[in-house]
């Protein structure tokens, strides 16, 4: 008998996000980020990293139109998923 893989949980960021504050939103509710997740780059790292169960997927979809919305943080929190999803095999991040 083999063993089901369990199903990600998945959070999709739309192109037209425009704050931060909305990304935190989104990824907290669909991924159910703990009570305690201090709603900055420093403490999404460290909670998908090692807070919440897998598996995860992030979508962001036309990760230009984000990065361009949300300037310098847009570049930022991009680069900070692309680094978790090196770190952790369950998570995986897709760009569009």
């Given amino acids: 008998m083999t063993k089901k893989s369990a199903k990600a949980r998945r959070a999709v960021i739309p192109a037209a996000t425009a704050s931060l504050e909305t990304v935190y939103d989104i990824l907290a509710r669909d991924l159910a980020l703990p009570a305690h997740f201090g709603r ?57």
Avoid: H, S
């Fill in 40 to 96: 900055n780059l420093d403490a999404l790292y460290d909670a998908l990293t090692g807070d919440v169960a897998g598996p995860l997927e992030i979508v962001v979809t036309d990760a230009k139109a984000l990065e361009r919305n949300l300037g310098k943080k847009g570049r930022a929190l991009l680069d900070l998923l692309r680094e978790a999803g090196r770190a952790r095999k369950d998570l995986r991040i897709t760009e569009t």
